[in-house]
């Protein structure tokens, strides 16, 4: 088979190693880092906003993985009162692009971004603060909404070390690393704007319901030919959909398969991939790598529905593919703009291939 993880019978694996990796990694949403903690605004957008005003009241999506999105469009219903304060001040920031807040396709380039480099890219934000936006909301807006805009003039530059772009090549996706930034790091998105723009937010939770909580345990390095388990967990019961992306952006679906169309975590009974059934029939998950002498790291995502109705209506075809890996994320992501953010969560991944170690 052409993809990196692939299903194979217990027959055809006789070498590596099965099980968990020595350096298996827990994924669980971040701390925040000190920096969002040294500023009011907690929160930065990946790209500015030229209306601040539309972003008061939409709902915010802060999922398993520590990520934020925020809706395209306030709640129907949703009805916003504006208090507008003048603010001046500057703030130089530098954060994981994981930190940073996407809106709608936005999210395709976080997403984008992680599958080829990981959490090595950062942000590197400049900003000139003029004004400060809050919102006094009535009606139905959502479990937790953008309460404070923060508008003003900046820069934002995305990067990546020079020894990271050079380990795992200077292209992906048309995003090519440019000309080298300070500490040694290479450029892979400049963006400034002059006008006054919406570049902040910090939310405010309504909703008393709380969120679904998910983890996933797999190993952070694999190598060529081994084999591995996934281990996802969940505090309430959820509908499992899983799927990897390569570096050159295709995505491959784990779960459902047309074997297992409806996989459940719940609590104490985590789903793992291969399913138990599998595992019983002999099937194992292998890594490998297209060339077997270079290293590629990719990302494993999992989506969770607490409702079975949202996981039949959102499912992608069992055992399907996408060429366009990171924006079916995001298009997934924006469908569930209309389900609460305690029926779902959403978990990223990074893990790395290695080659197969000679003797």
Not at 212 to 223: G, K, N
Request: charged share 25%; net charge negative.
């Amino acid at each position: 088979m052409s993809h990196s993880l692939r299903f194979i019978p217990l027959v055809l694996a006789l070498t590596g190693c099965s099980g968990a990796h020595p350096m298996e990694a827990t994924h669980k949403p971040p701390k925040p880092p000190v920096e969002t903690q040294s500023t009011e605004q907690a929160n930065l957008l990946l790209f500015p906003q030229n209306d601040a005003e539309s972003l008061l009241g939409r709902a915010v999506h802060a999922t398993g993985d520590g990520g934020w999105t925020i809706a395209d469009a306030r709640a129907p219903g949703c009805e916003v009162q504006i208090k507008r304060k003048k603010a001046e001040f500057g703030t130089h920031r530098q954060v994981n692009i994981h930190d940073l807040t996407s809106i709608s396709a936005g999210f395709a380039k976080i997403v984008d971004l992680e599958a080829k480099y990981g959490k090595a890219v950062t942000a590197d934000i400049a900003i000139e603060n003029t004004e400060i936006l809050q919102a006094d909301t009535r009606g139905p807006c959502g479990e937790t909404i953008v309460e404070t805009v923060f508008v003003g003039r900046g820069k934002r530059t995305l990067m990546v070390s020079s020894e990271v772009a050079g380990k795992l090549g200077v292209a992906v996706n048309g995003i090519v690393p440019s000309v080298e930034h300070d500490g040694g790091s290479k450029v892979l998105d400049e963006t400034e704007w002059k006008t006054e723009q919406a570049y902040g937010f910090a939310p405010k939770r309504i909703g008393n319901q709380p969120p679904l909580d998910v983890t996933v345990r797999m190993a952070a390095t694999i190598q060529e030919g081994d084999t591995l388990d996934i281990v996802i967990e969940s505090g309430r019961k959820a509908y499992v959909v899983a799927y990897f992306l390569e570096p050159d952006g295709k995505a491959e679906v784990l779960l459902p398969t047309s074997e297992e169309p409806e996989v459940v975590a719940e609590p104490g009974k985590p789903a793992t991939i291969p399913t138990a059934r599998e595992r019983a029939a002999g099937v194992k998950l292998q890594a490998a790598l297209r060339n077997p002498r270079h290293e590629t790291r990719e990302t494993l995502m999992v989506y969770a529905f607490a409702e079975k109705g949202d996981f039949d209506r959102l499912k992608p075809a069992a055992g399907g593919s996408e060429a366009q890996g990171a924006a079916y994320a995001a298009q997934l992501t924006d469908k569930l703009q209309d389900v609460p953010i305690s029926r779902w969560a959403r978990v990223l991944t990074g893990y790395t291939i290695v080659p197969k170690k000679t003797r």
